[in-house]
């Protein structure tokens, strides 16, 4: 993120299934990670997924709220299904 920036939500775009705990296992997919627990499974992060990981620590820490499941209604319409 950008020092002093704001948001109102972190909506991260991705071609992969999420952070996954035996890589490249795609069935190891980390699905929901407490709050605090998010040092713990950093190291498992690889490539790009580092920098998802650190842009949802930063959002965490300035209070950006998460909404699963919602999307805005042009991602919903870009959603692979």
């Known amino acids: 993120m950008i020092a002093g920036a704001q948001a109102d939500a972190l909506i991260i775009l991705s ?7 035996e890589y490249p296992d795609e069935d190891s997919v980390i699905h929901h990670v407490p709050r605090g627990h998010l040092g713990m499974v950093e190291s498992l992060a690889q ?22 499941g919602r999307f805005p209604p042009a991602c919903a319409r870009a959603r692979p299904r």
Do not use: Q, S, T, W
């Not at 490539?47 to 699963?68: F, I, Q, S, T, W």
């Open 15 to 21: 071609n992969v299934p999420g952070l996954l705990a």
């Open 47 to 68: 490539g790009r997924m580092k920098k998802k990981l650190l842009a949802a620590r930063e959002a965490l820490e300035r209070n950006v709220r998460r909404d699963p």
